[in-house]
Antibody, heavy 122, light 108 residues
Framework: QVQLVESGGSVVQPGTSLRLSCSAS????????MHWVRQPPGKGLEWVAV????????FYEESVKGRFAISRDNPKNTLYLQMNSLRPEDTAIYYCARDSGFNSFGDYLASWGQGTLVTVSS | SYVLTQSPSVSVAPGKTATITCEGD??????VNWYQQKTGQAPILVIS???DRPAGIPERVSGSNSGNTATLTISRAEAGDEADYFCQVWDADSDHWLFGGGTGLTVL
C-alpha cells in the first residue's frame, strides 16, 4: 500500500534553513504529482506547494514563494522541501501527500504521510 | 483569491445525522473533497469529487455540492466519527489547492 514517511523536522532559529524529505513507497512515484501541506499547532491545514510528476512544474502558496523550493528525485522515490529564511509563522507539522492524478494533476490529495514537526523559534 | 468557509464546530447525538457545510462562491462548479483528521493523526480522504467514497469509507458518509454550498453528511453518527473535517478544492485560476478552516465534529 501507499506509504509516505517524512523526515527532517527540527527546532531552528528564525532566518535559518531546513530541508525536509519524504520517502515514498507502494506506488509508482514518478507518475504522480506530490504536495506539501502544513498545519500550525492547533490550527487548520494549509497547502504549501506541489510538483509535477516529472518535476517540470511547481506551484507555491504565496507566503512561501521565493523562500521554499519543492523538488523530487524520482529514482530515489523521494520528495523534498527546501525551506529558507524561516519565520516563526512557518512553525507547523509538514505533511507530504500524493496527488490523485496519474501522469497529470488531480483535484485532491489521495494519500498522506504522518508529518514532521518544524519549530521556528529563537 | 477563492475562500472556503466552514463552521468551527458541529455537535450530533449518537445515531443521528451530522451535517458539515463548506461555503464558497459558486462552489457547485468545483469538485469538492473532504478529509477527516482525528486527534494526533494525519488527515485521510473521506469524499472526493463531491460524492465519491474511497475504499474503506462507510456508506453512511456522503457528500453533495450545489450552488454556494458543499455538504458532508454523516448518518448514524458514532463516537469514532469525532474528528476535524476539512473541505478542499483545486482553484484553477491560481493553480492552488485550497482548504476550508475545518469543522470539529463532536458526538455526544
Amino acid at each position: 500500500q501507499v506509504q509516505l514517511v517524512e523526515s527532517g523536522g527540527s527546532v531552528v532559529q528564525p532566518g535559518t534553513s531546513l530541508r525536509l524529505s519524504c520517502s515514498a513507497s507502494g506506488f509508482s512515484f514518478s507518475h504522480y504529482g506530490m504536495h506539501w501541506v502544513r498545519q500550525p499547532p492547533g490550527k487548520g491545514l494549509e497547502w504549501v506547494a506541489v510538483i509535477w510528476d516529472d518535476g517540470r512544474k511547481e506551484f507555491y502558496e504565496e507566503s512561501v514563494k521565493g523562500r521554499f523550493a519543492i523538488s523530487r528525485d524520482n529514482p530515489k522515490n523521494t520528495l523534498y522541501l527546501q525551506m529558507n529564511s524561516l519565520r516563526p509563522e512557518d512553525t507547523a507539522i509538514y505533511y507530504c501527500a500524493r496527488d490523485s492524478g496519474f501522469n497529470s494533476f488531480g483535484d485532491y490529495l489521495a494519500s498522506w504521510g504522518q508529518g514532521t514537526l518544524v519549530t521556528v523559534s529563537s | 483569491s477563492y475562500v472556503l468557509t466552514q463552521s468551527p464546530s458541529v455537535s450530533v447525538a449518537p445515531g443521528k445525522t451530522a451535517t458539515i457545510t463548506c461555503e464558497g462562491d459558486n462552489i457547485g462548479r468545483k469538485n469538492v473533497n473532504w478529509y477527516q483528521q482525528k486527534t494526533g493523526q494525519a488527515p485521510i480522504l473521506v469524499i472526493s469529487n463531491d460524492k465519491d467514497r474511497p475504499a474503506g469509507i462507510p456508506e453512511r458518509v456522503s457528500g453533495s455540492n450545489s450552488g454556494n454550498t458543499a455538504t458532508l453528511t454523516i448518518s448514524r453518527a458514532e463516537a469514532g466519527d469525532e474528528a476535524d473535517y476539512f473541505c478542499q478544492v483545486w482553484d484553477a485560476d491560481s493553480d492552488h489547492w485550497l482548504f476550508g478552516g475545518g469543522t470539529g465534529l463532536t458526538v455526544l
